[in-house]
C-alpha cells in the first residue's frame, strides 16, 4: 500500500469509523477507502473482542494481500503465562443443559482426561464452535455443577477476556460472570483522556468511558471546534528504523527527521504526534519539531485519536 494514494477524506472517513466494523468494510468495498481496508485487517489480525471480531489470519492475510500490505505473523510474546480463570454460568435447569452438552460433546471428541486437572479440550475447539475463530491457546479445564442453576466453568488460557466475551456471545440468555470482569474494571479506572492537540488531560472516571464522546462535548465544547478547524493534516509521518534508533519520512518518503531517537517502538503520526515507547512505556512526541507532547510514563495508550482528537492512556 502506497501511502501516498490515501487521500485526506478517505483517511478521516476511516478515522471516524474505526470503531465500528460494518463501516470499515462498506469503505473498503463500496468506496475504495484502503485505509478502512488496513484498520478492518487489524482488526482480524489482533483480535477485537469488543465489537465481536476474534484473531483471524487467515482472513487477515487475505485482506492485507488485496490491499497490497505485507502480513505480519502474530507471535506469542515470551514469558507470556497462561492464567486460570473460572467463568460462573447460571440459569434455568434446561437452559444448562445445552451448555452442558456442547462440553460433554466436545469432551468425548477431544478432551484428553487428566487424573488431577481435568478434561483438557483445546480452548482452540471451544472458540471455534462458540465463535467461530480458532485461533487462541489454552485448555478447557473443568465443568463443575454448584448448585442446580449454577455452572463453574473452568479454564486455562492466553486470553481470559476472550474466552468470557464468547461464552456471553454464544449464550445470551445465561447469566455469565467472572473475576476478570472485575480486573477489567479496576484498569477502566486508571484510564484517562490526552489531547493530541495540547497535551491536556481529562481524568475520566470510569463510567463516563462508554459516554466519552458526549462528556467531551459537555465539558470540553472547544475541543471538536479545534479538531474542525482544519487540525487533521494532510502530511503526515512515518517512522523507519535504522541501526537501532528511529527517524522519521513524510508520506512522501522525504527524511524529515534523521534517525536519532532510541526507542523500542514507534507508530505513524496522528495530528502530528506520534506514539512511541521507551522503557516499556508509552509517550507522544510531535513531528516534526522531535518535541515532547508527553513523555512516556503510560503503562498502555492508544496509537490513534478518536473523533475530538483524545487518544485512551493508562495510568501506571
Avoid: C
Amino acid at each position: 500500500m502506497k501511502v501516498e494514494s490515501i487521500e485526506p477524506k478517505e483517511r478521516n472517513k476511516a478515522m471516524d469509523a474505526f470503531e465500528n466494523p460494518a463501516e470499515l468494510y462498506r469503505l473498503w468495498k463500496e468506496e475504495g477507502n484502503i485505509l478502512a481496508g488496513l484498520f478492518f485487517a487489524n482488526k482480524h489480525h489482533w483480535g477485537d473482542e469488543a465489537n465481536g471480531i476474534f484473531i483471524n489470519p487467515k482472513q487477515a492475510r487475505e485482506i492485507y494481500e488485496e490491499i497490497g500490505e505485507d502480513f505480519e505473523t502474530w507471535k506469542k510474546e515470551e514469558g507470556e503465562n497462561p492464567n486460570t480463570v473460572e467463568y460462573i454460568i447460571e440459569g434455568t435447569k434446561e437452559e444448562l443443559k445445552a451448555f452442558k452438552v456442547l462440553f460433554d460433546t466436545l469432551n468425548s471428541k477431544f478432551g484428553t482426561p487428566d487424573l488431577f486437572d481435568g478434561v483438557y479440550i483445546p480452548l482452540g475447539v471451544f472458540m471455534k464452535t462458540l465463535v467461530g475463530s480458532p485461533y487462541y491457546e489454552g485448555n478447557v479445564l473443568t465443568l463443575e455443577e454448584e448448585k442446580p442453576n449454577k455452572l463453574i466453568l473452568t479454564a486455562e488460557l492466553d486470553k481470559p477476556f476472550a474466552l468470557f466475551y464468547a461464552l456471553r456471545e454464544a449464550f445470551d440468555n445465561l447469566k455469565i460472570s467472572s473475576e476478570i470482569e472485575k480486573e477489567e474494571s479496576q484498569k477502566i479506572d486508571k484510564i484517562i483522556l490526552l489531547s493530541l492537540i495540547d497535551g491536556g488531560i481529562i481524568e475520566m472516571p470510569g463510567e463516563y468511558i462508554d459516554h466519552r464522546e458526549q462528556f467531551i462535548e459537555k465539558f470540553y465544547p472547544e475541543i471538536p471546534k479545534l479538531i474542525n478547524k482544519g487540525n487533521q493534516e494532510e502530511v503526515f509521518y512515518i517512522p523507519f528504523e535504522k541501526n537501532g534508533l528511529y527517524g522519521y519520512i513524510d508520506n512522501k518518503e522525504n527524511v524529515i527527521i534523521e534517525p536519532t531517537f532510541e526507542f523500542e517502538d514507534a507508530d505513524v503520526t496522528f495530528l502530528g504526534v506520534s506514539r512511541v515507547q521507551k522503557d516499556g512505556l508509552y509517550g507522544y512526541i510531535r513531528i516534526p519539531s522531535g518535541k515532547w507532547l508527553k513523555e512516556p510514563q503510560f503503562i498502555d495508550g492508544y496509537r490513534s485519536p478518536n473523533a475530538y482528537g483524545f487518544v485512551e492512556v493508562t495510568k501506571p
